[in-house]
């Protein structure tokens, strides 16, 4: 047992509030050991460290697999040391192994709150209230503070998109690591970008609802409209014209309502309701 505040063993019985409950509040991080497992005790001390180091902004528990094979067995451990964050209830990021000390401190940084992340919930709560050149100004106090939080990069970024401000937007994308390019925010904005060109080339018009109404649309005027649904955050109207496209006209672009609906998909996040039941409505459709 562990004298610090920030160190928790934990078992079964309470896993559940330390590190379930306790999620919501701040990242818990779970490392996985055993005492007969070398590159646990190479770990431990360094996850030790760090949690003094960071004062608070995370917990550290750990689980005994030895002793607790129902939750190793439950967390899906086959191998250790293994270490798993919890945000909201949520695993949200893993790694396995003894880390050095530089990657651990890159992994638990994109997950640790920092200063400038309370400026972007500022911001965000500006935009709610209509403020937005207000919050065009605190983000880029963030940015300005803080370049490297992936977070803040992220933010300005979708503030651009929401703009229309496409060029600018894909640029602040383009300066996150390797790592951050395959994360479902990313990859969903950069989805939403297709969508803002088609919308940047027609403007809305009348006709293409009449067209639609009067079954007289084109495959390209479907698409269109179904671009400035997407825009609209009208994603359920986007969906279900794009799978009338496709059923109408597969041939259209190169399979570009599939994609089109795949694209949307990746904006939504694969949890989302209307995902799953699109995606089902799309795979029926094909075959």
């Known amino acids: 047992m562990s004298d610090s505040p920030y160190i928790i063993d934990v078992t079964a019985e309470n896993f559940a509030v330390y590190v379930v409950?306790?999620?919501?509040?701040?990242?818990?991080?779970?490392?996985?050991?055993?005492?007969?497992?070398g590159p646990c005790k190479m770990l431990m001390p360094l996850l030790a460290k760090l949690v003094e180091e960071y004062q608070g902004k995370f917990i550290l528990t750990k689980v005994n697999t030895e002793e607790q094979q129902a939750l190793a067995q439950q967390y899906g451990i086959r191998s250790i040391p293994a270490v798993k964050l919890f945000r909201n209830g949520?695993?949200?990021d893993e790694f396995a192994g003894a880390l050095p000390e530089g990657d651990i401190r890159a992994f638990l940084d994109r997950h640790i709150p920092r200063e400038s992340d309370n400026l972007v919930t500022q911001a965000n709560a500006m935009i709610q209230q209509g403020d937005v050149e207000g919050a065009i100004?605190?983000?880029?106090?963030?940015?300005a503070s803080d370049p490297t939080n992936t977070r803040v990069i992220l933010a300005y970024a979708k503030l651009k998109a929401t703009l229309g401000?496409?060029?600018?937007?894909?640029?602040?994308?383009?300066?996150?690591?390797?790592?951050?390019?395959?994360?479902?925010e990313v990859t969903g904005?950069?989805?939403?970008?297709q969508?803002?060109?088609v919308v940047g080339q027609a403007p809305y018009d009348e006709t293409l609802?009449?067209?639609?109404?009067?079954?007289?649309?084109?495959?390209?005027?479907?698409y269109q409209l179904a671009a400035h649904r997407v825009m609209e955050n009208d994603h359920e109207a986007a969906l279900e014209l794009l799978l009338k496209l496709m059923m109408k006209d597969r041939s259209y672009g190169d399979d570009t309502a599939r994609k089109g609906m795949?694209?949307?998909?990746?904006?939504?996040?694969?949890?989302?309701?209307?995902?799953n039941r699109y995606r089902n409505r799309m795979f029926n459709a094909l075959h």
Request: proline share 4%; net charge negative.
């Open 21 to 37: 409950q306790n999620s919501h509040q701040l990242p818990v991080l779970v490392d996985f050991w055993a005492d007969w497992c």
């Open 195 to 197: 969508f803002d060109s």
């Open 165 to 184: 401000e496409i060029e600018e937007a894909e640029a602040a994308l383009n300066t996150l690591p390797a790592e951050e390019q395959e994360n479902p």
């Open 90 to 92: 949520e695993v949200v």
């Open 137 to 143: 100004k605190l983000i880029e106090d963030a940015k």
């Open 209 to 222: 609802v009449h067209a639609l109404a009067n079954g007289t649309a084109t495959s390209e005027q479907i």
């Open 189 to 193: 904005l950069r989805a939403r970008f």
């Open 262 to 275: 795949l694209s949307i998909f990746e904006m939504l996040g694969s949890n989302n309701e209307m995902v």
